[in-house]
């Protein structure tokens, strides 16, 4: 999964993840971002399995999911996908997920774990969220309708989190996985939201009718 980036400097490894219900244009346009504004050696894509905070909601099936992302990101060397979180069973929690990771790849690996303003709000709330930002940088990019980060208070919550924290200051694009299938159950059209090819693989298996 891991690769050298052949100069021997330190592999920089962005981090995405999330339930990719579908992959859509915005995880793309913020992966691109972070890669090239952080010098990353590469992005991993980690589809959830079971993840916790949305343990009330039907989730498509995994190979779906994950046959979107290949669709999507297969075009990008840069890119890759990892079953980790889906092959593990029970509640996909971050702290293992990057535990794991660190065990997989090499001492001088830099881990980049890359989430939204709106994600950062609720991390206090996350398993061991003292022992995450041990592991890694917490890349951070703007919502659109969502405030920027207050510091301060995470600070007061969690120490040590404020020099752990890289702030993106784009993109910021409007788009969401649910807003998609809602798109989709109602027959409107999604190509301006999602590559053609995950467009099509949607239609083809008709997913969130």
């Not at 993840?17 to 952080?38: C, I, Q, R, S």
């Not at 969690?158 to 027959?187: C, F, Y």
Request: charged content about 25%; some cysteine.
């Amino acid at each position: 999964m891991v690769t050298s980036n052949g100069h021997g400097k330190p592999t920089r490894l962005g981090i995405l993840g999330g339930t990719f219900d579908p992959v859509h244009n915005g995880h793309l346009a913020l992966a691109e971002y972070a890669f090239a504004k952080l010098r990353l050696t590469q992005v991993i894509f980690i589809p959830t399995g079971q993840p916790w905070m949305k343990s009330g909601r039907d989730i498509t099936p995994a190979s779906d999911r994950i046959g979107m992302l290949h669709l999507a990101i297969d075009v990008n060397p840069n890119f890759h996908i990892s079953g980790i979180e889906i092959l593990r069973k029970g509640p996909t929690y971050t702290i293992d997920t990057l535990t794991e990771l660190s065990r997989q790849t090499p001492e001088s690996t830099e881990l980049y774990f890359i989430i939204s303003w709106n994600t950062l709000e609720e991390f206090p709330r996350w398993k061991d969220p003292k022992k995450i930002i041990k592991l890694c940088r917490l890349v951070v990019a703007p919502r659109p309708g969502y405030q920027k980060p207050d510091l301060a208070a995470l600070e007061a919550k969690i120490k040590g989190i404020t020099e752990k924290i890289v702030l993106l200051d784009k993109p910021a694009i409007n788009i969401s996985a649910t807003e998609i299938r809602e798109r989709v159950k109602k027959g409107l059209p999604v190509s301006e939201m999602v590559p053609a090819a995950v467009a099509e693989y949607i239609r083809e298996k008709r997913l969130y009718l």
